[in-house]
């Protein structure tokens, strides 16, 4: 997909806008944000009618009933995430909304009482509050150790404020916003520019808190700062948050709508990944509806080509088939379509985008709605039996806000219930959380991690684990290339690991062509992780006759002006089964190297290939799975274990092979995994427990091709031609392999020899 | 329970018995074993009527039919298990015994014809067959490599041939029993002594294989040699199989009943263990059902005060809450009842046994039913919602043939849907699967292992680990004690880890009771492995007022006569959260010992305790578990990681703690494991992440008593006093432990002070 800027039709729209608010008020009553008037009354008249809906009521209720009973408990600030304060008041921000809701849905008075007491806490805690003791963010905020938290929990307590405003009364309302909402508004804005004014999921947090608040308030100066950020900020180009993450770039746009221009790309990628896509979508689309209902005619959800829909689709192909995010840069494993934050994104991307009846189906699993008019559309379809399935197929996500830097290629092979995914990285750094992983890759089958993307090391709100917050195993294992599964050179991350270098550059991809189901290609390339040299990754998803299933191909090619030496790591998870290769078991374990988290691995095994294919091969849940490479004499291959220079435990003692190739030039990694057969401790059956190939070959490679053959056990060869210098579709190419002539139209060709 | 052995009774049962055997010829038609011709009749009755048994029959068929199409494959055996020609002959044995069925069941002559020539190719096959070319087995098969497996193949090919026998006809019948069934089972039995005339899951196959084709072919003989074994064997006593396993014992009694006699404690535990009393129920029970159909006048499901089917409870007791055995010495993990054997001893024990309804609920999970009358029985029940819940509760199985020689107690405390569960092991050494693990336990929390069992070292049937066989690991790893929870003394396993030693003795119960769910223990002695070294193990899991789940406290007392080093170690599954002691993490990582399965456990951490508590904690699965122990100054701690001198990865890479208390002559470990909270990837909140124990002391000990304090973060303290030399119910005792006197009735006393 391409995208042409418009540059016209933006400049227009963002005029449009600033004169719209400060033209016109907000006229409205309340509530008006998630919630309306409208709203209100067809949700009330269809209350127990519709099964989700209602069973998402009754859910919130008995939550929020069980803690009106608790009591309201408003603590003096004092704890890192995962620690009492910080989940009272998290707990507090989620529990008033709630409550708020409630009040509205079902009309009872106990509900606003609670949402009215518990502002009065806030009200009369707030101005006492010095900065949280918590010394460790760039930008502390005052009810938890970050302005960030503080963000979140204005989002949330603005729509608990929507829903009883009415009910409060102008008088305690003059008391609330005074002490409270508008300090608190501007200490998260003028009071922290660090936070407010860059483009980061952080800011989007704040720009959507302000904005919120705003829209409750009739406030136009607060929406215009939320909009727009800061119109200045004494900020030093360059500076630095306390992850390492850049806040201010030379000309750095602010507020809501530069935070939706620069990180999403035209397919709706989030350049800091799924995980933190994922956690900014809530603001993202909660002020975006709260846009809708309180100023439609700014026509929020067509910006940028309807860009905040389009992000919806991208993440929900960003999962597993279990729908789980891929872990790109800082990601969370684990983390899913099934968090709240999807939850909402996927009913108001229904509501507001066609009602696409694939969605239902991800509301159906999800097993819940949003309590709001987004909510009742989405339970009203699944009742009226609407749902059509959601199919993930292979698509390409380009990354950069023009779409011009880089992607994430997700390519999918599902036959019956066994799905193979290949997701291949080559995109920009991805702000602050990126990792340093061109041409990386990780491997699924269905849920299954084959060969994983280590994900981020952090106890997300876990507090004996660093209060929560990103560890030191963070910076000096996951971001750094070894931890992914990609070339290294020299021992020494892309880009030194230097964020302000990687910030820089992204890969380009050279094609991506999956027309042909049963050979679907992604192909791209590298030329400044390692000044001086070129890299070409080509990854094939082949279903191929004769084997079990599909096989991943992988031809890595690296051309450098310069000797080095390169590892190309396999994070396989499992138990290894057998290698054809011999090694040495060393009787006391040291780390392979010192430094960009080769520190953090033990050298478990290390041997030297003898035969022209190294074969290993392991057992993960029940499957087998083979990997067949081409090697040459002499090429080092190391078996390691993750866990040295971990006093804490912070990492898991997860396993890998590295095929090390040394003092060369240029080479070319050929490698195949081979998914095949399965175990299962009940049947004690272990079926197609051998790799059917008998032969990986670099069959043919000269400046403007490369080949690869495949032979099967049974005899038949699958080749594999790649035209590395010309990407066209229509292009004419003849080729001798092994004395065979083959013509063919496009990048590339594959033939079975039987 | 005791029981009291009924030699009179038991005698006179085996003199009628020969007679029986001797007087009667068989007279029934066929099919006669598990199939009978009234039987037939009545499930061809009700085909198409009972949904369970219906949908077996389809599927059966479909496997079947599948076969048939593929041909009839009999290869010159060659492989190890996993290999191809084994891996066919068992499929061949599995998928003729059904064809043999569904040709009674639906009369479709297609399958007859199938057994037949499948018979026919066996038939021509055998007489050519040398012994197995793979020579590792202490008793070579011809099809197989081990004698175990030939009698697997006649056990159902048996059945198969009893239900094609009238259709095949007099001369081939003629022809296929002189060829092939006679020396068949002339080879198992008196080809085999070793393998035939032992005691073990092995001659049970070898015995019931004789027995069944016996059946079938009227032969009182061989029926007599499979009840009885074979009268004279020339094996020396003290011979031993390929694992290590004794043979033969001084005044070894043999055949089928033996095999009833001896490894069935009466409680229906089995000595193996409940893996392997899984894979031999199959014959146990099949061979049963064929008796009582031939022979009802025997009453052999009354045999020993009806001991298979009660064999059949004491297995569905040794399962976690997903139906997995619990891994007692060699056993692998994830064998569960939904293997086809507990499928198959289910049905019958519920249609020979009472018609207990909760057994439905088992055959409900397995969604199968074997295609007999008693399959039919349990589909009918369930059909006619006869099902009840197979409710498991805290069962404490005893181990020896007179139910003296230790045995197995399980505690369980389910509250809601969350099941606590502890397996204790105080049984004797398991005959030649048994593992050096005296007063061992694991814990689990539903289906998760908490503190684990390594299980076996094995990949059953998985060829390139081995062949599929034990691997050496297994005698060096996962038999010895460090493998299990329980105390190694001086780095050696108990018995110095010899069969013949710990062959000799078992562990002996001091208290058992359970009588007040809150406060359940089990308390056990060892004094023999190692000599001059008294140990005694008291477990409580208490379900103690302040704490969100029940406490796991265990006591373990040791006194030797000569000062000693006492390594306790738990061996966890899941990630270090925190410790609260100072530890060194080496730079490089060598094994911690030499021998007895240290020589496998890397050294990562090691500490010694300051504080008079040592605290440790580990997520594990989104639950959160802490030990809290009560150590001295001095004990040492240790970290340790499975892996080292393992050049074959065969082992899997766990984590230990280990509590170190060194030349010390008398002392006590007092640990409690907590488990608390929960975490989800998902919502990302850590509920109740931290300990609720302040402290955890002694508070009293001598010879008589023990007791321990556990002082709650609310300020209420739990106490709990052992008497440890009278575990008399009715005994009167007073005690003061700290200031204030106790007095109470029975062994054990436990209050809370507020």
């Not at 106890?459 to 990103?470: M, S, T």
């Not at 804490?648 to 396993?655: E, G, K, P, V």
């Amino acid at each position: 997909m391409t995208y042409t800027r418009k540059n016209n039709w933006l400049g227009t729209f963002v005029l449009g806008l600033v004169l719209l608010v400060c033209q016109n008020g907000i006229a409205q009553g309340h509530p008006r944000l998630v919630l309306t008037q409208k709203g209100v009354k067809e949700i009330r008249s269809k209350l127990g009618t519709v099964p989700l809906f209602d069973a998402s009521v009754a859910e919130v209720k008995k939550e929020v009933d069980a803690e009106i009973l608790h009591g309201i408990e408003v603590p003096i600030p004092k704890d890192f995430s995962g620690g009492y304060t910080h989940e009272r008041h998290k707990k507090n921000w989620l529990i008033i909304q709630k409550a708020g809701v409630l009040y509205q849905i079902l009309g009872d008075k106990k509900y606003a009482v609670y949402v009215k007491d518990m502002l009065m806490a806030y009200t009369k805690l707030y101005p006492t509050l010095p900065l949280h003791p918590q010394e460790r963010s760039y930008a502390r905020g005052k009810l938890f150790w970050q302005a960030l938290n503080d963000s979140n929990w204005l989002v949330y307590v603005s729509q608990a404020y929507d829903c009883v405003y009415d009910f409060i009364g102008a008088k305690d309302r003059a008391i609330i916003e005074k002490e409270l909402f508008k300090p608190y508004a501007d200490f998260i804005s003028i009071g922290s520019p660090q936070f407010f004014n860059r483009v980061h999921n952080h800011s989007t947090w704040g720009n959507v808190a302000v904005g919120m608040i705003a829209l409750v308030m009739d406030d136009n100066e607060l929406l215009d700062r939320a909009l727009h950020g800061l119109k200045e900020d004494t900020l030093p180009v360059g500076m630095k948050d306390n992850d390492g993450g850049l806040i201010k770039k030379p000309g750095q746009k602010t507020g809501f709508l530069a935070n939706v221009d620069e990180p999403f790309s035209p397919d709706g990628y989030y350049n800091e990944g799924p995980y933190y896509q994922r956690y900014a979508m809530y603001p993202f689309m909660v002020f975006a509806e709260a846009l809708q209902n309180t100023k439609p005619e700014l026509k929020i959800f067509e910006y940028k080509n309807g860009i905040l829909n389009k992000s919806i689709y991208a993440l929900l192909n960003l999962t597993n088939s279990a729908g789980e995010f891929f872990p790109l840069n800082d990601g969370q494993k684990g983390m899913s379509y099934y968090s709240r934050e999807l939850v909402s994104a996927v009913d108001i991307a229904y509501l507001y985008d066609g009602r696409d009846p694939s969605l239902l189906s991800i509301a159906e699993k999800q097993g819940r709605v949003q309590l709001d008019n987004s909510g009742m559309a989405v339970a009203l379809g699944i009742k009226n039996k609407l749902t059509k399935p959601f199919i993930k197929k292979s698509i390409d996500l380009s990354d950069g806000s023009d779409g011009q830097e880089g992607g994430v290629a997700i390519i999918r092979n599902k036959i019956k219930d066994n799905e193979l995914t290949l997701v291949m990285k080559y995109a920009a750094q991805g702000s602050s959380h990126g990792h340093f992983d061109k041409l990386s890759f990780s491997y699924y089958q269905n849920s299954d991690e084959i060969l994983q993307d280590y994900g981020l090391a952090r106890f997300v709100n876990i507090e004996q684990k660093g209060g929560g917050n990103y560890l030191k195993e963070n910076a000096t294992w996951a971001k750094q290339t070894i931890a992914h599964n990609t070339i290294i050179q020299n021992e020494t991350s892309h880009f030194k690991g230097d964020f302000e270098i990687g910030n820089l550059y992204a890969s380009k991809k050279y094609l991506y062509d999956v027309y042909n189901p049963k050979v679907q290609i992604i192909s791209a390339i590298e030329d400044n992780a390692y000044p001086g040299t070129h890299m070409q990754r080509s990854m094939v998803l082949w279903d191929l006759e004769g084997y079990e299933k599909p096989l991943l191909l992988d031809i890595f090619q690296v051309d450098s002006k310069t000797a080095n030496q390169y590892d190309l790591p396999f994070n396989y998870l499992g138990q290894m089964m057998t290698a054809n290769f011999k090694y040495e078991s060393p009787k006391t374990l040291e780390p392979l190297g010192t430094a960009f988290g080769y520190q953090h691995l033990w050298k478990e095994g290390f041997g030297v290939a003898a035969e022209a294919n190294t074969k290993f091969s392991w057992l993960y849940d029940g499957s087998f799975y083979t990997m067949t490479s081409a090697t040459s004499a002499g090429d080092e291959l190391i078996l390691a274990r993750l866990g040295a220079n971990d006093p804490n435990f912070n990492l898991r003692r997860d396993a890998s092979v590295i095929i090390r190739k040394k003092n060369i030039k240029k080479t070319t990694f050929v490698n195949v995994i081979e998914s095949h057969g399965s175990y299962s401790p009940v049947t004690e059956n272990a079926v197609n427990a051998f790799s059917a190939i008998a032969n990986v070959e670099k069959a043919y490679e000269d400046e403007k091709y490369v080949a690869v053959a495949i032979k099967n056990t049974n005899g038949s060869v699958g080749l594999f031609i790649l035209a590395t210098e010309d990407n066209s579709t229509t292009a004419q190419h003849t080729l001798t392999v092994k004395d065979q002539t083959y013509s063919w139209v496009g990048a590339h060709y594959s033939t079975l020899i039987k």
